[in-house]
């Protein structure tokens, strides 16, 4: 942990869009939604296809 940020960086073994998707799924069964991710992350995760 940077003392001077209190941001806390960790190694893991998921890339940035599944990280995201998974962050996702769990605040969405608590009821929280997030209206707004940068363009730099949506442009990260996989297009879905229908």
Same mark, same amino acid.
């Given at each position: 942990? &940077? =003392? &001077?940020?209190? #941001?806390? +960086?960790?190694? +893991?073994?998921? %890339? @940035? !869009? @599944?990280? #995201?998707?998974?962050? /996702? =799924? #769990?605040? /969405? @069964? *608590?009821? $929280?939604? #997030? +209206?707004?991710? !940068? =363009? +730099? $992350? &949506?442009?990260? *995760? !996989? *297009? *879905? %296809?229908?």
């Amino acid at each position: 942990m &940077n =003392a &001077n940020n209190g #941001i806390i +960086s960790q190694l +893991s073994q998921y %890339s @940035v !869009p @599944v990280t #995201i998707d998974r962050l /996702e =799924a #769990i605040l /969405e @069964v *608590k009821g $929280i939604t #997030i +209206s707004f991710l !940068p =363009a +730099s $992350i &949506n442009r990260l *995760k !996989p *297009k *879905k %296809s229908d």
